[in-house]
């Protein structure tokens, strides 16, 4: 008997929407993801500082990069 299983291979359950673009960040490139940490959106490319970390809910701003 063959049986098929489904893997949920999203090891980091946290999500985080980007304030400029609006698309979800991909979270699972920072596994060790903290407050105070420049990310980048891989949708839009602006770069994103952490404001806060609570359950998985993470919250971002877009960090000014003097452009």
């Known amino acids: 008997m063959l049986r098929l299983y489904s893997l949920n291979l999203n090891l980091n ?7 400029e ?4 960040v991909n979270l699972a490139i920072y596994p060790n993801l903290a407050k105070d940490q420049v990310i980048e959106c891989d949708i839009c490319g602006i770069s994103l500082l952490v404001s806060s970390i609570s359950g998985d809910k993470v919250e971002a701003e877009v960090v000014d990069e003097g452009k």
């Open 13 to 19: 359950p946290m999500q985080l929407v980007c304030p």
């Open 21 to 24: 673009c609006k698309n979800k």
